[in-house]
């Protein structure tokens, strides 16, 4: 079964600190994606990356950055973390062969509060 | 730009009623429509996919068919347990060089014994 694991279940953190959400995924997928999920907003992509060292913007990666500098990690970083970055963070990973129809294969979430 | 648009929820049934929970979409082009679950406390999961018009996708008593007349891809099960109690997101992949999913805003369904 494909694992996807987050480092933190819950973390809380001070308005600008910078924080550091770790993702990690041990099935050799080339794709990998961080989304916010917000209560009647469903799910938005910040950032994906389909290769080591490769990134997109999803559609609201301000405030957000992201690092990829081994296939199975993707890192989520706030420069300065906001209150209105107060959210659920969750990781995704998928092969790319499948094409559109492929599976993505979710982490358990990092649920995120910004005092 | 494509949406996904789903019913509000929640959704409260007793042990063994017919579920539906409806799922439209407007989108251009021939997307994937997808159905992901969210138990409490987890992640989201592939509950059911499908890939063209008049798939129908199922898994664990659950279905959707892919109309695309109707453009839509409602979830279906004939009798619920208590176990089904879950978050239900409607989704469909865009191609922008990527797979973007874009997703509704989800279900909520609550079963009660």
């Known amino acids: 079964d494909v694992k996807v694991t987050q480092s933190s279940r819950y973390l809380v953190k001070r308005t600008g600190e910078k924080v550091f959400l770790e993702c990690v995924q041990d099935?050799?997928?080339?794709?990998m994606f961080w989304y916010r999920q917000d209560p009647g907003l469903g799910l938005r992509l910040i950032y994906f990356?389909?290769?080591?060292?490769?990134?997109e913007k999803g559609d609201i990666p301000e405030g957000y950055s992201v690092s990829r500098e081994k296939k199975e990690r993707f890192s989520l970083i706030l420069e300065s973390a906001s209150t209105n970055q107060t959210s659920m963070y969750l990781c995704?990973?998928?092969?790319?062969?499948?094409?559109?129809?492929?599976?993505?294969?979710f982490g358990p979430g990092t649920r995120l509060l910004v005092l | 730009g494509n949406s996904v648009t789903q019913m509000e929820g929640p959704v409260t049934l007793s042990e063994e009623a017919f579920l539906t929970i409806n799922c439209t979409y407007t989108a251009t082009g021939y997307p994937s429509l997808f159905w992901y679950v969210q138990y409490p406390g987890e992640g989201l999961q592939l509950l059911l996919k499908?890939?063209?018009?008049?798939d129908k996708g199922s898994n664990k008593g659950f279905e959707a068919t892919y109309r695309k007349e109707t453009t839509s891809f409602h979830l279906e099960k004939g009798s619920v347990q208590v176990s089904d109690s879950a978050v239900y997101f409607c989704?469909?992949?865009?191609?922008?060089?990527?797979?973007?999913?874009?997703f509704g805003t989800g279900t909520r369904l609550l079963v009660s014994p």
């Open positions: 099935m050799d997928h080339e794709n």
């Open positions: 995704a990973s998928s092969q790319t062969s499948g094409g559109l129809s492929e599976t993505q294969y």
């Open positions: 989704a469909l992949s865009e191609d922008t060089g990527f797979q973007k999913l874009v």
């Open positions: 990356s389909y290769d080591v060292k490769m990134k």
């Open positions: 499908a890939t063209k018009a008049d």
